[in-house]
């Protein structure tokens, strides 16, 4: 996909098809407005005779457009005027990109009325509209066989109409999207990809695969299960004894600020299949288990993002990566393994093995001593139900990191809300037979896994992101969303230019 801005009149630019909106009962805003008159009248006539409403998702193609330069119109229904805001606008803008991906439509000029700049100022505009369109345009990486294969969307090139004072900012943000878009797109396939293909040797490979692209910026190290034993660290051993899979340990190390700088350490669970091993997971749903790697395809994402947009800032991506199996070598419920960092856990439940190999991969962060370290982990069923599927979850032990975090989530329409983690929660962890245990019953579960691997941290500043409830859709929409990819960025963004 190709984003240009450009600040002559929409009616003026040259494509496939101009992109208008109209709100409800035909009121018209003034770039819609424009384009009817300079059109003769084609976007009130399909209101007028009734053909189109202007409720929201509604859209309709119009052949001929009359006067315009673009060949075609196509009218998008932005719902009521009075409840025009960032969210109608966002999902406006979708529709109109699905619209145009069901035809062979290449290029399209997007004169869509947008919300007020106090809710989306222009550089967050141009964002969107890049990251929301190359979202939008994504296709699942399927393996299904019907021949000829579905084509992919035309669409190349979209040229965003605006005025002249916005056209700097808009145009930054269009390329901060596209990047975000592709880094994204890059978490999407790792995500979809069945655990059969995507398993932690793959991961690697990925990881090696973003060395390749990125040359000397990006040092990747990956850590076999040999070299995994001579870290010490058992309780990633423990999980993936299991496995006939062997695991891996990924670290990246990507360097855009000068050598002296801290880094940010970001780090994610990347369990690529998770049965629960001995404390099986009941067989509904188990399938969407093999999404249980978003948080370490998270950290591939951001770095990726970081590479490809230059980023002045050093960064190093940690990802414990192995599979949780049932088997006569697994763990046990009441085993007991040392973890990295010398304290001893003990393992009621196999089933909550993110928390086990997050701890050994945040103790690992420690000798960075990063100015801040930031985990992602489809952690708990228990943040789904405290949060649902709309705002993954925030932990930690800094305040400020923790609303930095929110605040990023706030600007990228990719949002988290802060749980709180206080001293309470970790006394709960209390075993009788070693340093602590790996779960503490089923209230507060979403709390008592941070309390857990606030247990390896100190003293770094650090926060956690729960991510079981947004880093995927399921039912028909099923697949990775993305997220919290458009949150990080932008936070690592953010710190670069700081
Ligand atoms: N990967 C799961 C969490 C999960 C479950 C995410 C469902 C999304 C949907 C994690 O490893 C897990 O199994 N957690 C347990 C912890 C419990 C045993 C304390 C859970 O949430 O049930
Ligand atoms: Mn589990
Ligand atoms: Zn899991």
Not at 447 to 472: E, Q
Request: hydrophobic letters at 45%.
């Amino acid at each position: 996909m190709r984003f240009e801005a450009s600040s002559r009149a929409a009616a003026q630019l040259r494509s496939d098809c101009l992109v208008v909106g109209a709100f409800e009962r035909g009121d018209l805003g003034p770039s819609a407005g424009a384009v009817d008159r300079a059109s003769r009248g084609r976007v009130r006539a399909p209101l007028a005779r009734g053909d189109f409403s202007g409720r929201a998702n509604e859209t309709l193609l119009i052949a001929d457009a009359g006067a315009v330069r673009s060949a075609r119109l196509l009218l998008v229904g932005l719902g009521r005027r009075d409840q025009f805001n960032r969210r109608a606008w966002r999902r406006a803008l979708v529709a109109a990109v699905a619209a145009l991906a069901r035809t062979r439509i290449r290029s399209a000029v997007l004169a869509l009325e947008r919300p007020g700049a106090r809710e989306l100022d222009d550089f967050y505009y141009g964002r969107s509209v890049a990251e929301l369109t190359g979202g939008t345009l994504y296709r699942i990486n399927d393996l299904k066989t019907a021949r000829p294969a579905p084509r992919p969307p035309a669409l190349q090139r979209l040229i965003v109409a605006t005025d002249a004072a916005a056209l700097a900012d808009v145009r930054r943000g269009l390329s901060a999207g596209d990047a975000v878009s592709a880094s994204a797109t890059l978490l999407r396939d790792l995500g979809n990809l069945p655990a059969n293909v995507c398993t932690p040797r793959y991961m690697a490979n990925q990881a090696r695969e973003l060395e390749r692209r990125y040359g000397r910026r990006l040092r990747v190290r990956i850590f076999d299960e040999a070299a995994i034993r001579r870290l010490k660290m058992g309780c990633l051993l423990a999980v993936t004894r299991g496995s006939a899979e062997p695991p891996r340990f990924i670290v990246l190390e990507y360097r855009g600020a000068r050598r002296g700088r801290a880094p940010i350490a970001l780090v994610g669970k990347g369990v690529t299949f998770d049965t629960g091993g001995i404390s099986l997971k009941d067989p509904n749903a188990m399938d969407e288990m093999k999404f249980d790697m978003c948080g370490a395809a998270t950290v591939l994402a951001a770095i990726d993002f970081a590479a490809r947009s230059g980023l002045r800032l050093n960064l190093v991506g940690l990802a414990p990566v192995c599979e949780n199996m049932p088997d006569g070598r697994a763990v046990k419920p009441g085993d007991v393994v040392t973890s990295a960092s010398g304290q001893t856990v003990e393992v009621l439940n196999t089933d909550a093995e993110g928390r086990l190999i997050l701890s050994d991969a945040l103790n690992y962060a420690r000798r960075y001593r990063p100015e801040v370290v930031v985990d992602f982990a489809t952690l708990t069923g228990a943040c789904v139900v405290a949060l649902g599927h709309h705002h993954s979850g925030i932990m930690g032990n800094d305040e400020a990191l923790i609303q930095e975090l929110v605040q990023a989530g706030v600007r990228s329409d990719d949002r988290a809300w802060p749980l709180p983690l206080t001293e309470d929660y970790g006394e709960q962890l209390r075993s009788n037979f070693a340093d602590m245990a790996n779960i503490a019953g089923r209230d507060g579960g979403a709390i008592t896994a941070a309390a857990f691997l606030s247990k390896f941290v100190a003293p770094m500043r650090w926060a956690h992101m729960d991510i079981a409830g947004t880093a995927w859709m399921s039912g028909k929409e099923k697949g990775a969303s993305g997220r919290p990819l458009s949150l990080v960025a932008d936070f690592l963004t953010r710190r670069a230019a700081a």
